[in-house]
């Protein structure tokens, strides 16, 4: 379980990301969790038809969790890859054509860095989506900011959700019940060479 509640589906944003990937998963789809925690993610997205996930944390300890968790819903390693962030070449996760959904549920500081935003988005293909929680609702303008010309937000997808809407108490989590928000996009197709010149760019920046 992630700390404070983050991964055990109790957290707000955890929520989010989970009913907007009930709506989006129909089956066949490679999915990216970057952030992954526990895994929560990833196995609903598993349950839900994809056909493969990858997950990806900074934490070795959350990545053994992932894996066992994964493991305990009958999942074999066929169907979820758990990498950590240092081994990984952060713009190649998934060589090739990219994943159709990527989600991430982190808190804004570390989604706005421009090496987080060349990850993200060039391991999503062309017309994939991206799903961003673990923010705020004043911090959707930066957040889209940051991402720049790569996606056409979803505003028909964008959700908020506080902590005294979900089921069950979470004081004893000592969540803020404050408002948190979920912003959806999909990547717009880019010319090859500019994307790979923007991302270069970002990476260094």
Request: charged share 25%.
């Amino acid at each position: 379980m992630g700390r404070n509640g983050w991964g055990t589906g109790v957290h707000p944003t955890t929520r989010l990301c989970l009913e907007w990937l009930c709506e989006q998963i129909q089956g066949g789809e490679v999915v990216l969790d970057y952030g992954c925690g526990s895994g929560i993610l990833s196995i609903a997205a598993l349950h839900m038809g994809a056909a493969r996930c990858i997950g990806v944390d900074i934490e070795a300890e959350a990545l053994i969790t992932a894996e066992r968790n994964v493991a305990l819903n009958e999942y074999d390693s066929s169907r979820f890859e758990g990498l950590h962030t240092r081994e990984i070449l952060p713009y190649e996760i998934v060589p090739g054509r990219g994943v159709d959904v990527c989600i991430a549920n982190i808190l804004i500081g570390q989604l706005v860095r421009p090496s987080m935003v060349a990850a993200l988005v060039s391991n999503i293909r062309d017309d994939g989506l991206l799903g961003l929680s673990g923010i705020r609702p004043h911090e959707v303008d930066s957040l889209k900011a940051a991402y720049g010309e790569s996606m056409e937000w979803m505003d028909d997808q964008y959700a908020e959700l506080s902590a005294e809407e979900t089921e069950g108490s979470l004081a004893s989590y000592g969540f803020d019940c404050g408002r948190w928000s979920r912003l959806v996009g999909r990547k717009r197709a880019a010319d090859g060479k500019s994307e790979i010149e923007r991302m270069s760019e970002l990476a260094v920046s």
